[in-house]
C-alpha cells in the first residue's frame, strides 16, 4: 500500500487508488504523514483536528479518531500497527517507497547530488511528476493549510524553479515556456518565475513578448505591492531594450556548489545531444537475459538515445492504467509482458510512463526507458540499445538514487516506440518479477502470442477525460471561465492527447485571447494550428507526417485515398472499388493500416479514419514535399 499526499490524500493499492472523504480521521492521517516515521504530539494532532475548537473531550475524541483510522487501514489491507501509539502522541510508519512526498524529496535530495544537468533534469522532473494536484485538497484543517501547506508548495517551487534553469541553460527555452507561463500566472509574485520568463521570451526571439511581460510585471508589483521589480529585472530589461546578447543562461546552481554556465555544459557533451533528449529515468538494467553482443570499446556512433521522464499531472485513462498494472504485478513467477499499441500521438507512452510510477515500487530493481528508434524515425539496433543497458547499468551502480546490486531483483524495462519485435526479443527480461512494457504503433501480436504477453489498444480519450486534461493544463479559473469552449476545443482535437495538449500550449502562452476564438481559429487550419512554433517536434502534421513515411509507400497510398474519401465505415468491398484493386489484397491493406494505428476496426470487418487523421490526410500533399513519391493513383 501507498500513500499520497502531494495532491488529495490518497490511498493507494496495486492499480486502484481511493480519495479519502473529508473527516477528522483524514486530518489526523495527514498530519502523521507530513511527520512520516517521527512523534506527532497530541497537542499538535488536536489542533490540526479541531483548530481553536478544541472540545471538553478532545482527548478521548482523539484516541476514538485513532480507531476510526485504523478500521479504515484495515479495510484496505494494512495492517493497524503502522500507527503506533507513543508516549506523547502518535507517528505513522511508512515503509520505502510507500509514501511521495518521502519520494519526491528523495529525487530533490538525489538530483543536487549529480553532476550531469540531463541527469539532474530527469530527476526533477520525476519529483514534479509525483505531484498530482493541489496538496491536501480534500483535507479539511485550516491549522494545517495554514502551518504545513506554505512549506509543501515552496519545496515544489523550488524543484520547478530549478528545472527551469537547466532547460534555460540547455537553450530549450520553448519547453521551459510552457512551465513558466503556468508558473508565473499561478504566483504572480514569485518574481524569478517572472524574469525566468521574460528570459525565455527574449532568447526565443520574442522581443515585444517579453518587454510586454515585463510591463505586466512591473504593474503588478506597484500596485499590488508598492514597489519596483527587482536589480535582475532591471537590468534584464535594460539588456533587452539595448538589443544586447543575453549571453550563456545561468544553470542556477544548489546552494553550496558554484553555477554551472551552458559553456559548462557543452564542454561535457551535453548540449551537442539531440534536441529534446533527457537521461533515462531508470535505476537498472533489466535481467535474465546475457547481454547482446560484446561490450564495445568506445561509444556505439549514432545520434543519442531519446530517454523519457513521467508526464506531470497525467490525466484520464483511468481504466487502462488500472489494466496494465494488474498485468504487470499479477503473476510474479515469470516475467510479465505488456504491449501498448495505438495511432501516433494517441499517448502511449504516457500511459506507460504513469503506470511504471504507479508500480514502480513492485520492481525493487528499478525502472528502465528506453526509445527504439532514433530521432529521425529509424529503428535502432538490438546491440545498440543493449549497449546504452549496460552504461546505463554502470551509472546506476554509483549513482545516489539507484538500487545497488540487481541480480535476480525485478526491473521494469519500458521500450518505446518497438517497429520490429525481431529487435526487442533479445531484450526481454527473463527473471521471475520482471516486466517490459513495449509501446508501439503496431499491435505485435506475434510477439505477445510468443512470449505469452498481453495486450491494450489505445483509442482517442473521453468527452470528459479531455475536458480535465486542458483543465488542468489551463487553469480552473481560465478553463471555468469559458466551459463550453473547451469542450468544443477539446473536440476540434479529435481528443487526441497530443493534439490537446499542443492546444493547451498554444493557450497558455497567449493568455489574452478568448478560448472561442482559438477553437474558430484552430476549425480554420487545424494542421497549421496544431504545431508549436518553436519547437517544431511538438507538431501534430509532422507526427503524422513521420508515420506516413514509415509505410511502405503502397499502404502510404491507400492511407491518403481513404481520407480523401467520405467519411463512412469502409469494408473490404468498397476498398477494394476505391483502391481499385481486389477485395482480398484491400482487405489486408486495411487490416495493415489498423495494425499501423492509421485506421480503427469496427464489427463486421469495416474500418473507419478517426477525423484528426482524416484532416491530415486531406492536408498531407503539402506536409509530404520531402518524402519519398507516392505510387501514382490510376
Not at 524515425?377 to 549513482?399: C, D, F, I, K
Amino acid at each position: 500500500m501507498r500513500f499520497q499526499v502531494l495532491g488529495p490524500l490518497r490511498i493507494a493499492g496495486g492499480s486502484e487508488v481511493v480519495v479519502l472523504p473529508p473527516s477528522k480521521p483524514t486530518i489526523l492521517l495527514a498530519s502523521l504523514l507530513l511527520r512520516p516515521d517521527a512523534v506527532v504530539t497530541t497537542d499538535f494532532l488536536r489542533r490540526a483536528i479541531w483548530g481553536d475548537d478544541e472540545p471538553a473531550s478532545a482527548r478521548a475524541a482523539l484516541h476514538t479518531c485513532v480507531l476510526r483510522l485504523r478500521r479504515t487501514f484495515a479495510k484496505y489491507g494494512i495492517a493497524e500497527a503502522a500507527i503506533e501509539s507513543v508516549p506523547g502522541g502518535y507517528r505513522v510508519v511508512v515503509e520505502d517507497g510507500a509514501l511521495d512526498l518521502v519520494r519526491f524529496r528523495e529525487l530533490r535530495d538525489g538530483a543536487r547530488a549529480v553532476r550531469d544537468p540531463e541527469a539532474e533534469l530527469c530527476l526533477l522532473r520525476e519529483a514534479l511528476s509525483l505531484w498530482q494536484g493541489a496538496p491536501l485538497s480534500n483535507v479539511p484543517s485550516d491549522f494545517l493549510r495554514r502551518g504545513e501547506l506554505p512549506g509543501l508548495v515552496e519545496e515544489r517551487l523550488a524543484v520547478v524553479e530549478r528545472a527551469c534553469d537547466i532547460e534555460l541553460a540547455l537553450g530549450r527555452c520553448g519547453e521551459a515556456l510552457v512551465e513558466l507561463w503556468a508558473a508565473s500566472r499561478a504566483h504572480p509574485g514569485h518574481e524569478r518565475f517572472r524574469e525566468q520568463l521574460i528570459e525565455a521570451l527574449y532568447r526565443s526571439g520574442r522581443k515585444a513578448d517579453a518587454l510586454a511581460e515585463y510591463r505586466e510585471v512591473k504593474r503588478h508589483l506597484r500596485e499590488e505591492l508598492g514597489v519596483d521589480p527587482g536589480p535582475a529585472l532591471q537590468r534584464l530589461e535594460l539588456r533587452m531594450l539595448r538589443g544586447e546578447s543575453l549571453g550563456p543562461p545561468p544553470s542556477g546552481a544548489p546552494a553550496g556548489e558554484p553555477a554551472r554556465t551552458a559553456r559548462d555544459v557543452t564542454e561535457e557533451g551535453v548540449a551537442d545531444a539531440e534536441p529534446g533528449a533527457r537521461p533515462a529515468a531508470a535505476i537498472a538494467p533489466p535481467v535474465g537475459n546475457p547481454p547482446v553482443g560484446n561490450p564495445p570499446s568506445a561509444p556505439v556512433p549514432g545520434p543519442a538515445p531519446v530517454p523519457f521522464t513521467a508526464v506531470s499531472s497525467f490525466t484520464g485513462r483511468a481504466a487502462e492504467s488500472a489494466a496494465v498494472a494488474a498485468r504487470l504485478t499479477a503473476d510474479r513467477s515469470g516475467p510479465a509482458l505488456v504491449v501498448i499499441s495505438g495511432a501516433p500521438g494517441i499517448g502511449k507512452t504516457a500511459l506507460a510512463l504513469h503506470v511504471a510510477q504507479l508500480v514502480g515500487h513492485r520492481f525493487p530493481g528499478g525502472r528502465f526507458a528506453v526509445r527504439m528508434t532514433r530521432t529521425d524515425g529509424t529503428p535502432r539496433t538490438s546491440e545498440e540499445v543493449a549497449a546504452e543497458l549496460r552504461g546505463m547499468a554502470a551509472t546506476a551502480a554509483t549513482s545516489a538514487t539507484g538500487a545497488a546490486g540487481g541480480g535476480d531483483r525485478g526491473v521494469l524495462l519500458l521500450l518505446d516506440d518497438v517497429t520490429d519485435p525481431a529487435l526487442v526479443r533479445p531484450l526481454l527480461p527473463a527473471g521471475a518479477g520482471s516486466a517490459a512494457v513495449l509501446t508501439s504503433r503496431l499491435g505485435l501480436a506475434g510477439l505477445v502470442a510468443a512470449h505469452g504477453g498481453w495486450a491494450t489498444r489505445l483509442d482517442a480519450l473521453a468527452e470528459d477525460e479531455s475536458y480535465h486534461l486542458l483543465s488542468a493544463a489551463l487553469g480552473e479559473a481560465r478553463a471555468g471561465a469559458e466551459p463550453v469552449a473547451v469542450r468544443e476545443l477539446a473536440a476540434a482535437c479529435g481528443h487526441f492527447p497530443l493534439a490537446l495538449r499542443i492546444a493547451a500550449a498554444r493557450l497558455l502562452t497567449r493568455p489574452r485571447p478568448a478560448i472561442a476564438d482559438c477553437v474558430a481559429r484552430l476549425r480554420e487550419d487545424p494542421m497549421r494550428r496544431l504545431s508549436l512554433p518553436d519547437d517544431p517536434r511538438m507538431s501534430v502534421p509532422l507526427v503524422l507526417g513521420e508515420a506516413l513515411r514509415r509505410l511502405d509507400p503502397r499502404l502510404a497510398d491507400a492511407f491518403l485515398r481513404i481520407g480523401a474519401a467520405p467519411p463512412a465505415p469502409l469494408p473490404a468491398t468498397g476498398a477494394a472499388s476505391l483502391l481499385g484493386i481486389p477485395p482480398v489484397p484491400a482487405e489486408e491493406i486495411l487490416e495493415q493500416l489498423a495494425d499501423a494505428g492509421l485506421l480503427e476496426e469496427e464489427p463486421a470487418g469495416r474500418f473507419r479514419m478517426h477525423e484528426l487523421l482524416r484532416t491530415f490526410a486531406r492536408c498531407a500533399t503539402g506536409y509530404q514535399d520531402d518524402s519519398p513519391a507516392l505510387p501514382a493513383r490510376r
